[in-house]
């Protein structure tokens, strides 16, 4: 016996479904575009919060998609999901610049702080140990 979550979406489900899939792309995108536009511009921004929101729309999105299985390809929501894919690519280069931005800052503080609690005892005999190699 089929669970009722199985059964293919009904021609009426799909057509109820358009709307709500618009609204989650562009909730999506809305996200996509204040996170990307934060690191640009180097505003203070909360990684987390933005992650939960993407998670949630991407949530959304999915349950959306799930109810149009069946019907016919639309351009203008092909189009949509195709501006969806650039944000994303974009946000996700912004977000790789800044992570490696912040892995650079963590290093340096890291070697800074253990040059700091160093006394210099082995640094000496390290050095002209790898001088001899």
Partial sequence: MLQPSS????????SAAAPMLEVAIQRLEEIVDQETLALRTRTAVNLKEFNDRKSQALLELTRSLRHMQGAGSD?????RVGNLKVKLAI???VLKVHLEAVREISTTISDAMRNA???????????SAARRS
């Fill in 91 to 93: 946000n996700q280069a």
């Fill in 7 to 14: 059964l293919p979406p009904s021609a009426a489900q799909r």
């Fill in 75 to 79: 351009p203008e929501l092909a189009a």
């Fill in 117 to 127: 609690e160093s006394d210099g005892t082995y640094t000496q005999a390290i050095s």
